[in-house]
């Protein structure tokens, strides 16, 4: 499977012990929404990795973690914990922008307004299509009444899902971290693209990254993600979102999500060429995974397919 670029990121323990989704490898950076920064890629091709314009710890305690590992749960459902992710919107048209508005209800039926920065940002907001392909990551803005608006880019006809990943500041979901997800359709002649074979490596705007070690679901294993270009390592990669590294993974067949961040410190703007992860994915099968690093002020996403057994 090949990794290529999306360095910085999020934060937070796997929560229920072998079954949390845990997953490490990432680099830099998440897409924006209308007034937000940050980079998303649009009708991601499987074919192509896309640039943006486009000694294993115990669970819950993962030394160099720093922002934490991931969110509870697979983000598979619209509720859990008394929260629910709610939205009018189930339908958006084909090959033009549109806003997916959304808001968080708590366990009084109530809308959300008070969430804690995770990584610089109070929502990160995730679409792909049942194909893994259409990667999208943004940052939301949210209005006085807890409404969000995330503004996509051009969607390919299909079945799509949008994730919402937040962290309650009051309430009894204060400080957990906690992933919901809803449907969406774009109607049209949806074709699907086959998944690409797992590999460890790939490459993305002239930089190769390669990934080391083997993972088993359930167990987490370390793994290494390094980055080159040229032949050279790289050693200049940015700080984004408060990590050098951000990675996104989605499960063949059903979509479940899983997010980490490198254990690696930041130190300016000298991130690189190797970054460590503790991984540990709940199921066995093929992870579609999406890394974004930034160098240069420029934001780099790769995709590329993992194999866990």
């Known amino acids: 499977m090949s990794i290529t670029s999306r360095f910085p990121l999020r934060r937070r323990g796997l929560a229920a012990a072998g079954t949390a989704a845990v ?7 998440c897409g924006s929404s209308k007034g937000s920064s940050g980079s998303s890629v649009p009708g991601m091709d499987h074919s192509s990795a896309p640039s943006a314009s486009a000694s294993s710890p115990s669970m819950g305690s993962m030394p160099g973690m720093d922002h934490g590992s991931t ?6 459902a619209a509720g859990k914990d008394g929260y629910q992710l709610t939205s009018t919107v189930g339908e958006l ?17 109530k809308p959300v307004t008070g969430f804690a920065e995770d990584q610089t940002k109070r929502m990160h907001f995730y679409a792909i299509r049942s194909d893994l392909t259409g990667f999208q990551h943004l940052h939301p803005t949210m209005a006085g009444d807890g409404t969000w608006t995330a503004g996509l880019s051009a969607l390919e006809p299909g079945s799509w899902r949008v ?7 009051g309430g009894t979901g204060k400080g957990k971290d906690l992933v919901l997800s809803r449907t969406l359709t774009v109607p049209g002649d949806a074709k699907n693209t086959p ?7 790939t490459e993305v705007d002239g930089y ?3 990934v080391k ?18 032949g050279k390592p790289v050693t200049d990669l940015q700080p984004y979102l408060d990590t050098y590294a951000h990675l996104t993974a989605f499960h063949e067949g059903d979509q479940a999500f899983a997010h980490l961040h490198p254990e690696t410190k930041v130190n300016g703007d000298h991130g690189g060429p190797d970054l460590s992860f503790h991984a540990m994915l709940p199921k066995a099968g093929n992870w579609r995974m999406f890394l974004q690093f930034q160098t240069g002020g420029k934001l780099h996403t790769a995709a590329l397919t993992l194999r866990v057994s």
């Open 23 to 29: 997953l490490a490898l990432a680099l830099a950076a």
């Open 71 to 76: 969110a509870t749960g697979d983000g598979l």
């Open 93 to 109: 048209p084909a090959g033009k922008a549109g806003d997916y508005t959304f808001t968080i209800k708590g366990p009084d039926g």
């Open 163 to 169: 994730f919402a990943s937040f962290t309650p500041d």
């Open 195 to 201: 998944l690409p074979a797992a590999t460890s490596s």
């Open 208 to 210: 190769t990254v390669t």
């Open 213 to 230: 070690g083997e993972l088993m679901a359930g167990m987490a294993h370390p793994m290494t993600v390094s980055a080159s270009k040229d």
